[in-house]
């Protein structure tokens, strides 16, 4: 049984039409979370990974399986392009996919002889013109009308895709800001061969030597990641890395290798804070492409966990341990929760709430090197570190931060803060959610009774006395129900995080293990380094 209740290898539900899809969505996805995870096909591992983290944080998976003839020039593999429903279907059933949605291009609206006349998305011709879309003219116009037109049918909470379509998710991004549509893309990490080569349903057509030669893309990669590594921030120098790896296997046709930046994919000569390596090539008559980011930042440590587990006192002593930024995505909820109180809003007010939190200003200030002393805590320019500790914002916080208006809002000013890495952020879906390529992911876990006993003294402290261990046991029972069955990123330990139980450790000890695991990463990060010192580019 997985956290939303799927029995995995379930029968599933299969639909050819626009109408059976909407009417089954509309009859089973009341109050619950929908997951999209658009594909033409032919799954391999690649897809598999999008479809476990769909899984792990929606309650209902849609598979779309649509091989668009909008997305395909005039000489490419449209009519050879593998399908294998049947094969598709089975995997779908063994990954506990709930529906998958295999329309034909009819009823998606685009049958033969219509591809020039139906209504299309246009992203930014910035956008298409380079990378692959100086060789496809036309693809990525194609894929933003198909997936609007899936987003429009399914009307997902989140929609999957792989960092492999480097320049696909870029688009799909903007267009998804630019058009207001009401969907979280959420980018997963490329799946890899054991050679390194990047898993792709074309991958089939090549043989097994082909593969083999292949892997060259991954290893010009991991030359540009060396020198970059090493200090070399210019495109002439993290390219001309690349090209000679590649010029060792003769049978490789490279079509394109550039640097641009990741999200508005325009040249840069240099690399300020992150670049996306892309290359294309060709061997034999399969076209393959690759990417990698490369960022010059400190590792992100991302601590989630339940209420009451220690998160906070922990995450604040291991930033300050590590000289790194400690962000306190708790307090960011408590003080929205704060200011709708302060203002009179009811808790289920979400349009009045969302009205208030768009608008707000937070800043976490740290005043202090002593770890005792909390990050002060502003709302609109005012200091509200006491005022959002206080047993009425403890009681309403989950409410205010399950709102999806309020999550979102904050995740962006969070993920803002780590794009330079050097964070330790702390929460309940940091590593799941805003942080899923954090380089450090602890779970820090403890008792129900011993959380209670915590917050009792917490409170107590503070001058709150008078409420029961009984009565924080029950507070703190149901926020944990609360908070792993939101609807807006769910309480979940992160599939590699580390789980670490507070309930007979001390503070120092949880302390020692993480800033443990934090050394062993640095450690390897150096040594990545290290290996390239001393090499040639030619």
């Known amino acids: 049984m997985s956290m939303f209740g799927k029995d995995l290898g379930v029968v599933v539900r299969l639909f050819t039409t626009v109408v059976a899809l909407r009417c089954y969505l509309e009859l089973q996805s009341e109050g619950q979370t929908v997951g999209l995870v658009p594909t033409m096909g032919a799954l391999h591992a690649g897809h598999l990974s999008l479809i476990e983290r ?10 779309s399986i649509f091989v668009n003839p909008l997305q395909f020039g005039p000489n490419e593999d449209l009519q050879r392009y593998p399908r294998r429903l049947e094969g598709d279907r ?34 930014p011709e910035s956008m298409m013109s380079g990378l692959c879309g100086r060789s496809r003219p036309g693809h990525f116009q194609g894929v933003a009308t198909i997936v609007t037109k899936l987003f429009n049918v399914v009307q997902p909470d989140r929609a999957y895709f792989g960092r492999k379509d480097a320049q696909q998710l870029a ?9 207001n ?22 991958n089939q057509y090549l043989s097994e030597e082909e593969k083999t030669r292949a892997s060259v893309l991954y290893r010009s990669l ?4 060396k020198v970059f590594l090493r200090g070399e921030v210019t495109r002439q120098v993290i390219i001309a890395a690349v090209q000679a790896e590649v010029r060792l296997e003769p049978d490789l046709n490279l079509e394109y290798c550039e640097l641009v930046e990741p999200t508005s994919l325009k040249p840069i000569e240099q690399i300020e804070s992150a670049g996306l390596v892309a290359i294309a090539a060709k061997i034999g008559n399969t076209r393959l492409i690759d990417n990698i980011i490369l960022k010059d930042r400190k590792p992100i440590v991302a601590i989630d966990g339940p209420a009451g587990a220690g998160k906070s006192t922990v995450a604040r002593r291991v930033a300050k341990q590590l ?10 909820y408590r003080a929205i929760t704060w200011l709708v109180q302060e203002k009179g809003i009811a808790f289920d007010d979400e349009p009045a709430i969302a009205e208030v939190v768009s608008r707000a200003t937070i800043e976490l200030i740290e005043t202090s090197e002593d770890p005792a002393i909390p990050t002060q805590v502003y709302v609109d320019g005012f200091n509200v570190t006491e005022a959002i500790r206080t047993q009425a914002v403890t009681a309403n916080v989950s409410q205010v931060s399950s709102l999806k208006s309020v999550r979102l809002h904050l995740v962006k000013q969070q993920q803002q803060f780590g794009e330079r890495g050097g964070v330790v952020a702390e929460g309940r879906d940091i590593g799941t959610h805003v942080f899923p390529d954090a380089e ?43 908070d792993s069955t939101r609807q807006i990123s769910p309480l979940t330990k992160a599939a590699n995080a580390i789980e670490i139980d507070t309930d007979h450790r001390t503070i120092d000890e949880v302390i020692g293990e993480i800033v ?17 010192i001393g090499r040639i580019i030619d």
């Open 440 to 482: 450090l992911k602890i779970f820090l876990t403890a008792s129900v009774g011993e959380r209670a006993r915590r917050r009792q003294q917490d409170l107590t402290n503070v001058g709150e006395e008078g409420i029961t261990l009984e009565q924080l046991e029950g507070q703190i029972a149901l926020r944990d129900r609360l």
């Open 323 to 332: 000289g790194l930024m400690y962000l306190d995505t708790g307090a960011m």
């Open 222 to 225: 991991q030359k540009a990641q």
């Open 90 to 123: 089975l995997l779908c059933e063994q990954a506990g996919v709930d529906v998958i949605f295999a329309p034909t291009p009819e009823e998606m609206g685009i049958g033969e002889g219509t591809e020039h006349s139906v209504t299309q998305v246009v992203p």
């Open 54 to 63: 769909a899984r792990a944080t929606n309650d209902i998976v849609v598979v």
């Open 181 to 202: 549509l009401p969907v979280e893309i959420v980018p997963c990490e490329i799946v890899r061969e054991p050679s390194g080569l990047a898993m792709s349903s074309r």
């Open 171 to 179: 688009i799909l991004q903007r267009m998804v800001g630019d058009l």
């Open 516 to 532: 443990k695991h934090y050394a062993t990463i640095v450690s390897a990060k150096f040594e990545e380094s290290a290996e390239g």
